[in-house]
């Protein structure tokens, strides 16, 4: 199966090409660009289909990010992965930033904290244990947070983890291979459209171009 996965989640803009029948990368393409992902995304999918020596015509299933993370890059993945779906008529997989986190921890068999710094003392959480996601995401209050994350056996990742150690920390922006995205999305069932998970309200007003609904 020919997947193609999309991230624009956080400050990173991605786009890969991944066939999950050979399990290898065809085609990637990533940059860090803050902003700015509705004018780029189309051009970067092109790029790693380039790259893969395939079409639009080739790919048999999308994989986005959902979020929790930045509002408008969001709407821009969402959007643009549904409509591609739509067009080619190929199932469409959301993944969780937190989920994708979660997988970049070492394989030590203890539960899981997967976090991002919300800011405003907020944090975006979900636990997992043997990779799988223990009850919802969360935005919970930093307070709330540190209780969990101070859980003897608890293995951190994702940038609030630097919150344990000073809690005024400036963390760096969460990044993780868009290779953790679309091997999620190959293995996920598909269950309708993807739905953005924002946790909470948008920081900023949607960049033009894209629109999803909440629905």
Known sequence: MIVLAIDTAGVGCAAAVFDSDADKMLGLV??????GHAERLMAMIDEALAQAKLSLADVDRIGVTVGPGSFTGIRVGVAAARGLALALGVDCVGVSTLEVLACTAPETGKPVLSAINAHRNEVYAQSYEAG???????????EDYLARAAIPGTVLVGSAAALVRDREAETVPDHYPIEIVARIAAMAKAQGKPKPLYLRGPDAKPQTGFAVSRA
């Not at 990533?30 to 902003?35: D, N």
Request: proline share 12%; charged share 25%; net charge negative.
């Open 132 to 142: 799988v996601p223990q009850g919802e995401p969360l935005l919970l209050e930093l």
């Open 30 to 35: 990533s940059e860090t660009i803050g902003r």
